[in-house]
């Protein structure tokens, strides 16, 4: 997380959702841009129960590449490269 804060725009906010032991922060860099760092709490078991009954009822559905495990590492480069639509998914037993 520490390597992005270089890439958050003027006004931007890093938003960190996930736990981390530490996080280094520039002080100047979010000054100089008006930049901020927000943490937020991403829910429970009942928040994530209430996702995807919704998700179910309403017919969301996420975007997958799929790739046979075979290509993993077709696949594994795709999704570090940023080029995945919008997410690398492997197949077993296809």
Known sequence: MSAVQ???AVNGTLLVIGAATSLHVSPLGLLMGCRSIKGWYS???IDSQDTLAFSA???VRSMNE???????????DRMMSGKARFRVVLAIGR
């Open 6 to 8: 270089g890439g958050l």
């Open 43 to 45: 829910g429970t078991s």
């Open 57 to 59: 009822r309403t017919g």
């Open 66 to 76: 799929i790739f046979p495990l075979e290509r993993v590492t077709e696949a594994y």
